[in-house]
């Protein structure tokens, strides 16, 4: 390794060695999450964020933005799969798929699989078109599809596309940044009511809810009760993913259609073709998300 490559603000020398740590004194105090660094592939400045690549030791080449990890190599696929595969299995007849983010074009993967299975049409929204171009180039397995024929990328802010849209999606995937930055907008009521507006009846939303479970559970419930002021079938599901903050990540999804029990797939693959498909997703794994532990379990009673 040649040291004089390995320069940037997050990324720290220690026992002869290199680590980009993680760190938010606001969303995670007094812990710091770190991966030993083989490599700087990019660091930049773009319109909207700072934007690092790195060839990790053990997590393979790692996306950050704004100092915050939103994907490895290693353990990606547990979340877009989580995120991509509950909600599309929670509808009926999933023809039009709208992504906001997702500039790593994970879910993309993840949806074209569901091509002429139910879904017609995908549509990704993302601000930052040096995310995808960066992901093409550094994450080739998880934007293989960026250029897909059948995927109408669009270069917007998403609340802008989502106010001037006049289409109606059957499931929206809200695959956004934390927080801190351009994101921020994404974890509020106002939001809500903008994906509320462009679903179809009985159709499925889903975001990540960014707070983490064991650190901020007041806040993780007070972002389940702000959606719940918006769509009266809301629940909470989660994953494991040693990338994110201490290990686990969350999502919320939610429908108008009260009758939709969002915890139990409404259509499942035969067992050998959901292996070839999945790495993570399974009917099994879309129920048991929804199992919380003790102490945490009444995130999915909060009321509005
Ligand atoms: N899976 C990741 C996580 O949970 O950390 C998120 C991945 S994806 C890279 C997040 C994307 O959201 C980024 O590419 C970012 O540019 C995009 N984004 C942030 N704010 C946005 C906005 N207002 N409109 C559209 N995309 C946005």
Not at 44 to 73: A, M
Not at 206 to 225: A, G, H, P, T
Not at 254 to 275: G, I, V
């Amino acid at each position: 390794m040649d040291p004089k490559k390995i320069s940037h603000p997050a990324i720290v020398e220690l026992d002869g060695a290199y680590w980009f740590q993680e760190k938010s004194e606001e969303s995670f105090p007094g812990q710091r999450f770190c991966l030993e660094v083989d490599e700087i592939l990019h660091h930049s400045h773009s319109e909207f964020q700072d934007i690092l690549i790195f060839k990790s030791k053990t997590f393979g080449n790692v996306l950050v933005l704004n100092g915050i990890i939103q994907c490895t190599e290693k353990d990606e696929f547990a979340y877009q799969e989580l995120i991509t595969h509950t909600a599309i299995m929670s509808h009926e007849k999933p023809s039009n798929v709208l992504v906001i983010g997702g500039g790593d074009c994970g879910v993309v993967r993840e949806l074209v699989k569901h091509l002429d299975r139910g879904v017609d049409t995908i549509t990704m929204v993302e601000i930052d078109d040096m995310v995808i171009k960066l992901s093409a180039q550094y994450l080739p397995h998880m934007a293989k599809f960026h250029d897909h024929p059948r995927v109408n990328i669009v270069i917007d802010d998403g609340f802008k596309f989502l106010r001037e849209n006049k289409s109606k999606f059957d499931v929206i995937i809200t695959d956004s940044s934390d927080p801190e930055g351009p994101a921020e907008e994404f974890f509020r009521t106002s939001y809500f009511e903008l994906l509320s507006n462009a679903l179809s009846p009985n159709g499925v939303v889903i975001m990540q809810s960014s707070e983490n479970v064991w650190l901020n559970i007041d806040k993780l419930k007070e972002l389940v009760s702000s959606s719940r002021h918006v769509f009266e079938n809301v629940k909470y599901c989660q994953c494991y993913m040693p990338s994110y903050t201490s290990g686990q990540l969350g999502l919320i999804v939610a429908t108008h259609n009260t009758s939709l029990n969002l915890t139990q797939p409404l259509r499942t693959f035969a067992a050998d073709e959901e292996k070839k498909l999945f790495q993570y997703y399974s009917a099994s794994v879309h129920q048991a998300a929804f199992v919380l532990p003790r102490w945490a379990a009444d995130i999915n009673e909060v009321d509005t």
